[in-house]
């Protein structure tokens, strides 16, 4: 049975009213005319203090003269205006605090002329675990750079105590010592590797460089020829995606470690791998696979963790190269995925890459 037209409208108003969002809707004048049960929650103001008041009431004083013409602006030209565009706004409520908000815009004809209804959301509760992420990256760095000093030191004096006692020997160590000695050196590479690659991992989180052209073909014919695969890998590379803008380094240190990955965990002298690259919409989809051992889909959740080994090959790996590669592709607003089958060789991972500057797409 088709609604009629008081049913619409009663509709309408349970709609508005039960909104999880802040609703306000505003006259030709700007002028509040409606607004919703969650949007006095916000701002602390019953809707008797709202009927008719400019919404500068609900601007910090700063904003205020200046809104009214980008307010006026908009009635004049309207267009709607998605969540989401990067842009720090500020409400004031009742009481004069400030709050972080985001705002959609848009307008509606009705019998008592053109509205524009704004959507408001509080995210308060957003900024703050921002605030604390960002805390918690600055601290994870400082600790790295910290633990980095306190552990090269320790090790640089073995390193040279080795060389000390290669000296005694004056080239006529036992076999045994050699091997030691050997096994050492050994351990304390593998030692500085884990210190690189926490650094690495600290680091991963933060975008300090600048955007520039990325020839994806270029770089992954780079970081192979980096690589150095021995005469048993063979790689396939099909790249099927224009230049784009982005972060160079990111990009090749990610696909340094799916790389590397695929070849430190093989367990076979003779290794396949395909590194592939196509544009999809907005994203530079790219595929790393290899017909390695794979990886059981009961350790899968935690590969991208740090320090975990999935692999049995009893290789030195520190663990960190995945959670890496995961961090960097999801600071620069990317994915990554896994995918490798029980029973079934070979290991599948899929990156997501914005084919776009960050900065750019916020403007």
Same mark, same amino acid.
């Given at each position: ?24 809707l505003l006259n030709e004048k700007g002028r509040i005319v409606l607004v919703n049960q ?52 500020s409400g004031r409520r009742k009481d004069g605090m400030e709050i972080p908000v985001e ?54 004096? *073995?390193?040279?105590? /080795? =060389?000390?006692?290669?000296? $005694? ?7 045994? #010592?050699? %091997? +030691? @000695? ?52 063979? *790689?396939?590379?099909? /790249? =099927?995606?224009?230049?784009? $803008? ?7 240190? #990610?696909? %340094? +470690? @799916? ?98 500057a960050r900065s750019d797409r916020d403007d």
């Amino acid at each position: 049975m088709p609604f009629q037209a008081a049913d619409m409208n009663s509709a309408f108003r349970a709609l508005f009213d039960s909104s999880p969002c802040g609703l306000i809707l505003l006259n030709e004048k700007g002028r509040i005319v409606l607004v919703n049960q969650r949007l006095q929650e916000i701002f602390d103001y019953s809707a008797e203090e709202l009927l008719g008041q400019p919404v500068e009431i609900l601007l910090p004083h700063r904003d205020r003269a200046q809104h009214v013409g980008l307010r006026d602006g908009f009635i004049k030209a309207p267009a709607v205006r998605p969540m989401g565009l990067g842009r720090d706004l500020s409400g004031r409520r009742k009481d004069g605090m400030e709050i972080p908000v985001e705002i959609a815009l848009t307008f509606v004809d009705l019998p008592q002329g053109r509205m524009t209804c704004a959507l408001v959301i509080d995210i308060t509760l957003r900024k703050r675990a921002e605030l604390r992420l960002r805390e918690a990256n600055v601290q994870l760095e400082e600790f790295t750079h910290v633990a980095s000093h306190d552990l090269r030191s320790p090790l640089r004096g *073995i390193a040279n105590l /080795i =060389e000390f006692i290669e000296e $005694d020997y004056g080239g006529s160590a036992p076999p045994e #010592v050699r %091997r +030691n @000695l050997g096994r050492m050196a050994e351990r304390i590479g593998a030692m500085e590797r884990l210190i690189d690659d926490l650094l690495t991992y600290a680091r991963a989180g933060r975008r300090t460089l600048k955007n520039e052209a990325i020839d994806l073909a270029a770089i992954v014919a780079e970081v192979i020829e980096l690589e150095a695969p021995g005469p048993g890998v063979r *790689i396939e590379t099909d /790249i =099927e995606v224009e230049n784009f $803008d982005g972060v160079r380094v990111p990009i090749s240190t #990610v696909l %340094r +470690n @799916l790389l590397s990955n695929a070849i430190k965990h093989h367990d076979r002298e003779e290794i396949n791998i395909t590194i592939r690259a196509r544009a999809e919409g907005d994203m530079c989809v790219i595929d790393v696979r290899d017909d390695g051992p794979g990886i059981a889909e009961a350790a899968q959740a935690r590969a991208f963790r740090l320090f975990q080994t999935v692999s049995s090959s009893g290789r030195n790996n520190s663990g960190l190269g995945l959670a890496v590669a995961k961090r960097l592709v999801e600071a620069h607003g990317g994915d990554i995925e896994l995918m490798s089958d029980d029973g079934r060789r070979g290991c599948h991972f899929r990156v997501y890459w914005p084919r776009f500057a960050r900065s750019d797409r916020d403007d």
